[in-house]
């Protein structure tokens, strides 16, 4: 076994791919496309993953097989070497149970590629292994765990930078919400990027902790360490900035968790009893100020007002509306998780799987189908009622949902087997100890679930359980910062001589373990930060959402921990020194020299040119998330100015700002001045080439003037081509960042002629693979938000071929069919003549016909088909196929209702079509009511109960019924604007005030009337025909005898007429004249 030219080549692409990814994940999005954030950044992390399996594969076959003697104890075993691995066993239980609830899935093909609004299926899950495992089994030298970590640091500083230019508001870019409030920055949600960044910040505060240390330990080298502790101690607080704008109560609580775990780790990993004291002393303080912060009317209650605090201050309360919200959902996924009735298909086949769901789940990404017969309608009054959630906001439910049982040990065993071995390599549990530390992280859990679970129910079982394991955890740390690294006896704090022979090589092992502390504090270091890091992230989504950037971050931390804690020991001395006393102490020239002598060959030009790779990746992905061409000008300078110093047309150096400190923050990182000069000017020039190439591309979109429809969808494909230059670019740096990345060149090129053609096909299958798996996709988005200015403006004949463009693109993807199905349904509206509009019905309903094929357990599928058949059936002038298509709909409607049946606009809808078209009165109030029934809150629904009694007062014939009728239509509607303030923020509902007023005047209460016409003027917005009622109020007050008051309502109503209504306002008032 042997190194060649080409699996050094295939090390170096390995080591690009997973620092691109990390760069990636957090930086990169994607404003030309409707989804923008996570699945784009999916679609690179996924397409990077296949380039590091490719660079794997050619690697194992050019040095025939892995290097078993590196990474287990007994390479003639490899099974049980395998077994033996720390995180080997229970990663492949989670990937095995993975696989096993794809495959038994409710939507096994979404459950493997991915939901269009997530792309969280298995194919990403494979790809966030590729990179673990990746990392665990290649990298290897301390050079490339700093350029990993440093990767990860300098990623976040675009990121924090530009959520406080959002939160100053200097932010260029047109956002359709305010993200000054709370920032989102480049993830897209508040609580995202707050997320993602709880996990860097113990990595950020361990780097200055170094520096610092350096600074003031080290004569050599100081200028720069003073720059690096400047450069850390800036990025770290522009990350606690941005965590504090970002308003997440979540990250908050997971940033307190991961720095007080950092910092008792430190405190014990070092021995300091009395900064260990300390540490839990302030831990003691802070949940006290936490628990008190949260009394309502308690001493700190002025806190719990202000717009800061005041969020901290309500961690514990559940009747606001997020917090409201997640209980909710926490409730229906207890519901979908238990015991039930199968779900049905449409077409009656009952789920097979249904008795297997609590040990399997439902398959990855399969929730948002799932859950809509779970879904507690109360939901609604707190967010859009036609929203159905796709997460629960807590890890453990996710888990319980989509991977069963199993799934949810498998889970929370990887995460103790994580916490675990870090402790262990930290040389903080012994083989004695490994007991106690199990069984108060089960026992933790088990007794926080069922303290939460009695006390507040069985919603609170996804809290309950992991912060009863956390509990255990710091019980554990607290039992050993007060039992056993308190005390000296080197029996209990587990420094005892190693007493094992050459040949023990598990012993040996052991025993490096020990002396990470003792030996190698840089690796102490190291782990208590990765360490911090992960619990922060295990706290904050289990009330929140795991995103690519947190799930990337955490396999990353894992491989990483592995690879410090357990394989650099391994290596640090040959085999037959392994279990020898650890070196004596060097003084610090002895320790450079000893570093200059180890370092490979190749070692100083990576060293000095990974800074110009990373710097021209994170350059080049703020250009495409930034730059633009909002004037649509050709001139490549004038889009590059006009990106950088305009605002909102006026002069705005903010942008521009951000670009230059990321610049000179990159050189941070070079060895010295020479080298940073280096870095300066060779990520310039890699910068200006890429932005001139894109701004031109952006350009020659600009340039394209269409004459018709052909033209414009050619010019449309130069859209999709921009994210295609953008991933061919990313290629060429990481093939850059392979040959600066790869150690001391060996001479042979090849250990083997045939991959001269394997090499090459392989990587060209996953570039191709990649391309159609997921640039096609992004491609595919940015064609249908292409489509959508076009659909709002009624444009058919353009908004229809861009969908088909964005169908050809992603033929599976059943959102894209859905809008194709509706626009021609539009546009058949529109039509005049009968033929062609029953043509483009017929298209209508195969689109959609196909949308339900796709993705047959969502229900707007099967409510679209009813609603097509319901306005074909209106425009049918032949009874019996009338008839038929209104049964079709009905049935539609049916399979609707039993895959959502807590859908109370569902039932709404339902209703008015037995009302209208089977004029079904019974049937229909049966809907309402049960519509009513599973949500009293809903104005739509009292607005509709008018509008049922005011038809069945206008066809009954006896006088006092319907009088009655009226007065109940008067009470519903006057009940649907009531209903209106139980959701802040609800649009005023204009049709309930318009009937309200119908019917008192219809019952003769003229004054009744009138007041709900003003009402009505004085909430509807500009679009509304308000002279319409302005010309009844003048009616109404003509009839009370009131002529003054009467002229001047039809003066108005004159006044905003359009031209062919004027002459009847005209008429009216003559009348009042006369």
Request: proline share 5%.
């Amino acid at each position: 076994m042997h190194s060649t030219k080409l699996s050094r080549f295939c090390e170096g692409l390995m080591e690009a791919g997973w620092l691109a990814a990390l760069v990636l994940a957090p930086l990169f999005f994607n404003s030309y496309s409707s989804r923008t954030f996570e699945p784009d950044k999916i679609a690179l992390v996924r397409s990077i993953a296949l380039i590091i399996a490719t660079a794997w594969a050619v690697k194992l076959i050019e040095e025939r097989g892995l290097r078993w003697e590196v990474v287990a104890f007994n390479p003639r075993h490899k099974f049980e070497s395998f077994r033996q691995l720390p995180l080997a066993l229970p990663v492949a239980a989670l990937l095995a149970v993975t696989l096993l609830s794809t495959l038994l899935s409710l939507t096994p093909r979404i459950s493997f590629w991915g939901s269009y609004t997530r792309l969280q299926g298995t194919y990403t899950t494979l790809a966030y292994l590729v990179v673990f495992a990746a990392v665990a089994v290649n990298l290897r030298r301390k050079e490339q765990v700093e350029r990993l970590v440093n990767t990860v640091i300098y990623a976040s500083l675009p990121v924090s930078l530009y959520g406080v230019m959002q939160r100053l508001r200097i932010d260029p870019l047109p956002w359709g919400e305010d993200t000054s409030q709370r920032i989102t920055s480049t993830l897209g949600n508040a609580i995202f990027i707050a997320a993602y960044l709880i996990m860097v910040v113990p990595l950020t505060a361990m780097r200055i902790a170094q520096t610092f240390r350096a600074i003031l330990r080290e004569e050599a080298g100081l200028t720069r360490n003073i720059i690096l502790a400047a450069v850390y101690v800036f990025t770290g607080a522009m990350q606690l900035v941005a965590i504090w704008f970002s308003g997440s109560r979540g990250p908050w609580l997971g940033l307190l968790a991961g720095m007080f775990f950092w910092a008792i780790l430190m405190s014990l990993a070092f021995r300091q009893k009395k900064v260990t004291l300390g540490i839990l002393g302030l831990a003691g303080v802070a949940a006290a100020f936490l628990i008190t912060l949260n009394i309502p009317n308690g001493p700190l209650e002025s806190l719990r007002q202000t717009t800061s605090l005041g969020r901290l201050g309500r961690v514990f309360e559940v009747q606001d509306g997020t917090s409201k919200v997640r209980v909710l959902i926490w409730k229906g996924a207890v519901d979908l998780i238990l015991p039930h009735d199968p779900i049905v298909y449409p077409g009656g086949r009952p789920d097979p799987f249904n008795l297997l769901r609590p040990i399997v789940g439902y398959g990855p990404e399969s929730m948002y189908v799932a859950y809509n017969r779970f879904y507690p309608a109360e939901i609604g009054q707190y967010e859009a009622r036609t929203a159905t959630p796709d997460r629960s906001h807590n890890e453990t439910f996710d888990a319980l949902v989509t991977t069963g049982v199993l799934g949810l040990v498998a889970y929370l065993t990887v995460f103790a087997a994580v916490i675990y071995y870090g402790l262990k390599w930290l040389g903080l549990i012994t083989p004695q100890d490994k007991w106690l530390y199990v069984g108060l992280y089960a026992g933790g859990g088990a007794l926080g679930a069922v303290t939460l679970v009695a006390w507040r129910g069985p919603a609170y079982f996804g809290v309950g359980l992991p912060f009863g394991m956390l509990i255990g955890l710091l019980a554990y740390l607290a039992w050993l910062a007060l039992n056993r690294t308190l005390r000296s006896n080197p029996e209990r704090s587990g420094t005892r001589p190693s007493t094992t022979t050459t040949n023990d090589v598990a012993s040996a092992h052991a025993e490096q373990a020990r002396r990470v502390v003792e030996g190698d504090e840089w690796k102490a270091l190291i782990i208590t930060a990765l360490l911090g890091g992960i619990v922060a992230h295990f706290t904050e989504i289990h009330f929140g959402i795991a995103t690519v950037s947190t799930r990337l971050h955490f396999w990353t931390y894992a491989a990483l921990l592995l690879v410090v804690g357990w394989v650099m020991p391994l290596r640090v001395l040959p085999k037959a020194q392994q279990t020898e006393t650890a070196e004596p102490k060097l003084s610090r020239r002895a320790r450079a020299a000893r570093a200059t002598e180890k370092r490979p060959s190749n070692a100083n030009a990576a060293t000095a040119l990974f800074p110009i790779f990373i710097n021209s990746l994170i350059l080049a992905t703020m250009s495409y998330n930034f730059l633009g061409n909002a004037d649509k000008t050709t001139s490549v300078a004038g889009m590059l100015a006009e990106s950088l110093t305009k605002l909102n047309g006026t002069t705005s150096f903010g942008m521009l700002l951000l670009f230059a400190v990321v610049w000179f923050v990159g050189v941070a990182w070079s060895e010295n001045e020479r080298w940073a000069l280096i870095t300066l000017a060779g990520s310039a020039l890699v910068w200006l080439v890429f932005a001139f190439y894109y701004l031109g591309s952006l350009g020659a979109i600009a340039a394209r003037e269409p004459a018709n429809i052909q033209e414009f969808l050619s010019t449309m494909r130069l859209v999709g081509g921009v994210i295609s230059g953008f991933v061919i670019w990313l290629t060429v740096l990481l093939a850059f960042g392979a040959i600066t990345l790869a150690t001391e060149w060996p001479v042979e090129l090849l250990g083997n002629k045939a991959q001269m053609v394997l090499a090459p096909a392989l990587l060209a299958l996953a570039i191709m693979f990649g391309y159609f798996s997921n640039t096609r996709l992004v491609q595919a988005d940015m064609a249908h938000k292409v489509a959508q200015p076009w659909d709002r403006q009624a444009r058919w004949d353009v908004a229809i071929p861009l969908y088909e463009q964005a169908i050809n693109l992603a033929p599976e993807q059943d959102q894209y069919y859905l809008f194709l199905g509706r626009a021609y349904l539009e546009a058949a509206n529109r039509s005049t003549d009968r033929v062609e509009q029953e043509t483009i019905l017929n298209v209508a309903q195969g689109e959609l016909q196909e949308a339900l094929a796709l993705n047959p357990l969502n229900p707007d599928h099967s409510a679209n088909l009813a609603r097509l058949l319901q306005r074909w059936a209106r425009t049918t002038t032949d009874p019996n196929e009338a008839d038929v298509r209104i049964n079709a709909a009905n049935g539609h409607y049916e399979t609707a209702l039993m895959l959502s049946p807590n859908n109370p606009s569902l039932w709404n809808e339902w209703a008015r079509f037995d009302l209208n078209l089977k004029n079904d009165y019974g049937s229909a109030l049966e809907k309402f009511n049960k519509s009513l029934s599973l949500d009293d809150k809903f104005n739509e629904t009292y607005a509709a109960l008018g509008d049922y009694w005011t038809q069945a007062g206008a066809v009954e014939s006896d006088p006092g019924t319907q009088l009655a009728d009226y007065e109940k239509a008067a009470g519903y509607y006057q009940q649907a604007i009531t209903a209106e303030a139980f959701k802040p923020g609800t649009p005023p509902l204009l049709t309930a005030r318009l009937g309200l007023a119908a019917a008192e005047r219809t019952l003769g209460n003229l004054d009744a009337a009138i007041a709900s016409y003003e009402d009505l003027i004085g909430v509807a917005g500009p679009e509304y025909n308000v002279w319409s009622v302005q010309e009844t109020l003048a009616e109404i007050y003509l009839e009370k005898g009131d002529k003054a008051k009467a002229l001047d309502y039809a003066s108005q109503a004159l006044a905003a007429a359009p031209e062919a209504d004027k002459a009847g306002v005209q008429a009216l008032i003559e009348k009042i004249g006369n």
